[in-house]
């Protein structure tokens, strides 16, 4: 069953036969897959919901992969999203152009399905480690995401679905603050309406766990920005 934990891939490709192949596999690694013909639609799909990793298609209608790459990667709010470039294009210079413009990958077509879905798992791994089954630690506090196991300082804590979410999301950028909004839309999902109050307490639920056998407290309360792990 997808949810959402599994991280979300927008594919942007105007060509059906592609894109059907592509979003088949997608799917079938547990990944969320959302569509886009052309740039303009994927502009928009990205204000709607930041999807976790872009493949991009270099050579659309309308706007272009690179125009696409360039304007994702000079506003704050979704620089930070990994884009895989795919082009036709092999001519060093043409990677060059892609990687410059900020592009995280270049995969020249035709290409293996097998190591363009090896090249999303590396680059998921770098902005989203607790969705690849990594195990995440920050200072005494370690967390399994793959048997969701956390623990703190060797002693096992006892975390609800919801609060095991939000402990990945702080300790994927330990020091990182993190606004109401930005963990709704992390944990719960833009879908989904949830009042910003209850974010505060499964905060709250999250900062008792924690601090159950006694340890420092390592969530902050950022006043009028939100919360901060460490």
């Known amino acids: 069953m997808v949810t959402k934990e599994h991280p979300l891939i927008l594919l942007v490709e105007d060509e059906p036969a592609q894109r059907e192949v592509l979003s088949y596999n997608l799917a079938a690694e547990g990944y969320r897959v959302q569509h886009a013909q052309d740039g303009e639609e ?10 976790d990793l ?26 930070t999203i990994p884009v895989i470039m795919l082009s036709a294009r092999s001519e060093e210079v043409d990677r060059v152009r892609g990687l410059e413009t900020g592009a995280d990958d270049y995969v020249v077509k035709p ?23 990594m195990v995440l630690e920050v200072q005494d506090i370690r967390l399994d995401s793959e048997t969701h196991r956390v623990t703190r300082a060797d002693q096992l804590l006892q975390l609800g679905p919801t609060e095991f979410r939000l402990l990945a999301t702080f300790m994927e950028r330990p020091g990182r603050v993190f606004s109401r909004e930005q963990l709704l839309d992390r944990v719960w999902g833009r879908d989904i ?9 499964h905060i709250g639920r999250l ?13 902050r309360t950022v006043r009028g920005a939100g919360y901060a792990l460490g």
Request: charged share 30%; glycine share 6%; aromatic share 4%.
């Open 42 to 51: 994927a502009m928009l799909m990205v204000r709607e919901e930041p999807p």
């Open 54 to 79: 872009i493949v991009l298609d270099w050579m659309m209608p309308n706007l272009s992969g690179i125009e696409v790459c360039r304007r994702l990667k000079v506003r704050a709010e979704t620089r």
């Open 111 to 133: 290409y293996s399905i097998v190591e363009l879905m090896a090249r999303i798992r590396a680059n998921l791994r770098r902005v989203r480690p607790s969705a690849t089954g």
């Open 193 to 201: 309406y949830v009042e910003t109050r209850t974010v505060d307490v």
């Open 207 to 219: 900062r008792k766990a924690l601090c159950g056998q006694g340890g420092e407290d390592l969530l």
